[in-house]
């Protein structure tokens, strides 16, 4: 059975952020780009978030802790990051639970598109928040 996709775009896993995570397809846009992250931090995916952060700000490696469990993705708003575009913003809010404790993460993401292919650049410092 195909369970729906964590980025609760209605559609199940595999016809949505499954295909990106597997290397069948490649998010069209950086919004797309952004839910097949979350997603990954979702089902544990370290390996696709390295694959999918720009070079330039890439760490080494990436440690996801597993008491966090998310719960739903809210796209706030998305400034360019389209089809025909080189870079785009994304806003959004997280929402997980850790130890039983519910809280949400929002950030404003950049993303740059090279050859292609949409890369997580950076967070704004100034939007991090975690409630």
């Known amino acids: 059975m ?10 199940t896993y595999s016809a949505c952020c499954g295909r990106f995570h597997s290397g069948t397809a490649v998010p069209p846009t950086a919004e797309w ?3 097949s992250r979350y997603s990954a931090f979702c089902r544990g995916d370290a390996q696709y978030l390295l694959h999918t952060w720009h070079p330039l700000t890439r760490p080494q490696s990436v440690e996801l802790d597993s008491a966090i469990s998310w719960r739903r993705l809210d796209i706030v708003r998305t400034e360019r990051g389209g089809l025909f575009d080189r870079e785009g913003v994304v806003e959004f809010t997280a929402h997980y639970r850790e130890d039983g404790i519910a809280g949400q993460q929002n950030e404003v993401s950049r993303f740059l598109k090279v050859d292609r292919q ?14």
Do not use: E, I, V
């Not at 996709?5 to 209605?10: N, Q």
């Open 33 to 35: 780009l952004m839910r």
């Open 118 to 131: 949409w890369y997580y650049l950076d967070a704004d410092p100034d939007s991090l928040n975690f409630t």
């Open 2 to 11: 195909d369970p729906r996709c964590p980025c609760l775009s209605g559609d």
